[in-house]
């Protein structure tokens, strides 16, 4: 075979070309025995919503096995129009505010492609879902990132994440004429940190003062807990015109498979977001966006009432997230406690002694002890280093991230490997 005389140059791509995923799915697949790494739940989807697929695919109506409207299949862009236009008190036109998209991950993608211009910077909250970075300079933009920081809990509490909390002037001071969006997550992945009122103010109010977009990544918008209300902060004052949020039916009705996103937004954004979205993906599955829109139909009708999925799953991974707080406490793998998503994040501290540091190594520590606790220990979880852009990853090198979506035996067997690793360092 002929070999090309030159190696081929993909120079928007240099030092973005590495993903922590692939590598940390990959070792999971291999070694581990019980799986708590990459978010995706592994109880099925509600039966509602199994059934509406199967009547799209294999009712009368075969047109749902071709191409559907590339921006939105109509009955799933009217749906979504319907209910945010409920939650944001305003009429949405599902042609116009709506478009739905490959996942909330294409929604990011096309977010980033089409507001970021060469030398733009956008501000990233630390910690953050680890593609917003590539995304920005795979635009050409530039990323500016600012830590969300921990606060000592009050004494003989464990920590939650409404512990983590921006420095009013950090934040501040990234703003400038250069700066183009500002990358929000709430509730955050991987913290579980679900931003209040005030902080929400914050951000509202500098992004006005220095005209900044805000990309709201929302997907884990109905997995809050303890009473919590999710705040969108598109509809604070002056933010409308400014935000384009980001939502997820693999998130929303647990079948992240399904890959089927949203974007939704004033048309004078969304005009951008569409441009991209026709010059790449063009259009997604037609019988996913059709069982999606019956999804969400029943639970307009149900909204609010106890039957509603959305009332139901937060409350199962409430206790859920309980049960995996208590395993880890015990274990004294220290948990901060998550308010909203279904991930939780524990410091790892007292387990120095089982897993060395290595000092002056390139490596993470954090990633080192997930590496051999899965290769060992049989537990896949994720480093939180992961979710830190390269200057920062070394202050927060001693955490990892568990996701808590899982049947209650999968939750038992980690609790069990976590004590019969407890016994043995006892022992
Ligand atoms: N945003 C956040 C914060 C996420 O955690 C995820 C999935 N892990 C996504 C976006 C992507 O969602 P989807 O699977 O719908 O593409």
Known sequence: QAKMSRPVQAQRLEGIDKNIWVEFVKLATTYSTVNLGQGFPDFPPPDFLKEAFVRAISGENHMLHQYTRAFGHPPLVKILAQLFGKLLGRDLDPMTNVMVTVGAYQALFCCFQAFVDAGDEVIIIEPFFDCYEPMVKMAGGMPVFVPLRPKAPKHGKLMSSADWQLDPAELASKFNERTKAIVLNTPNNPLGKVFSREELQLIADLCVKHDVLCISDEVYEWLVYDGKEHIRIANLRGMWDRTVIIGSAGKTFSATGWKVGWTVGPNHLLQHVRTVHQNSVYHCATAAQEAVAQGFQRELELYRKPDSYFVQLPKELQQKRDWLV?????????????????????????????????????????????????????????????????????????????????????????????????????S
């Open 326 to 426: 208590q395993s880890l406490d015990a274990v004294g793998m220290k948990p901060i406690i998550p308010e909203g998503t279904y991930f939780l994040v524990a410091d790892i501290s007292e387990f120095k002694s089982d897993v060395p540091d290595v000092p002056d190594s390139d490596e993470p520590y954090d990633s080192r002890f997930a590496k051999w606790m899965v290769k060992n220990k049989g537990l896949a979880v994720i480093p939180l280093s992961t979710f830190y852009c390269a200057a920062h990853k070394k202050n927060y090198n001693h955490f990892i991230r568990f996701c808590f979506a899982k049947e209650e035996a999968t939750l038992k067997a980690a609790n069990d490997l976590l004590q019969k690793w407890k016994r043995e360092k006892t």
